[in-house]
């Protein structure tokens, strides 16, 4: 069922009046302004948490469909000069429903938007992108920071979806666990790895190499299974 505009305004009303709401303030700080991906991220979050609780609202993909952009800037974001044939919005929501399916390849959204129309014009287009012109748009025009926002807030809106029981396209990945608005907890990286690595080496050198300098009797040998 589609949500109505009395359920949108529930959802809203209720982010609204919530006395310490995790909401960005958008004002002339470089973290919270209107281009602000860290914010578009936590705008998505906070909206998505409370919009799967309504029961109208049982489609994420429905969610992708009808998410206010108009108020985010991606002219920042946007690596093309001049015109072209697409807007960052329709993109942005396209590459966000990718991500969702966990397709890898642009082919298969492609082949999605031709076989479901109303999702495609919902999307904001006429008609369904070439599978190059998305592949371009994805690889060329948007910037590295925009690929990993849509990643990131793809899995928000996974998570979220299916916190409350909404049937999503495929299990989350639950790497990140907010704990605050900056701060992640990660897998380590190989660079985190190497460090810990050269910690343990360090502190078991000065544990196990003292050993083979000890004073011996003739004859005497420390066996190479020893350590």
Known sequence: MAPTSVSRRDVFRSIAT????????YDS???????????????FRTVSGIWFEHDAHDSIEGFVCQYPLSYAEFNPHDQYSGPTEYEMPQLFRAFLLKVIHGWGHETALVEYLRQHSETR????????PDQSTLWRSWNKRFSADLRETVE??????LINAQNTGVVVPRDPERKLQYYDDE??????????????TAKISDHVSRVVFPA?????GEGCEIHENAY
Do not use: K
């Not at 700080?29 to 705008?43: R, W």
């Not at 014009?121 to 369904?128: E, I, K, P, Q, T």
């Open 18 to 25: 919530t006395e310490y709401p995790d909401w960005p303030a």
């Open 183 to 196: 701060s992640e907890a990660t897998d380590p990286d190989d660079q985190t790895v190497l460090e810990e």
């Open 29 to 43: 700080t470089p973290l919270y302004d209107q281009s602000s991906l860290t914010a578009l991220i936590e705008d």
């Open 212 to 216: 083979f300098s000890l004073d011996r």
């Open 121 to 128: 014009r919902s999307l904001g287009f006429d008609s369904v």
């Open 152 to 157: 990131r807030t793809a899995r928000t809106l």
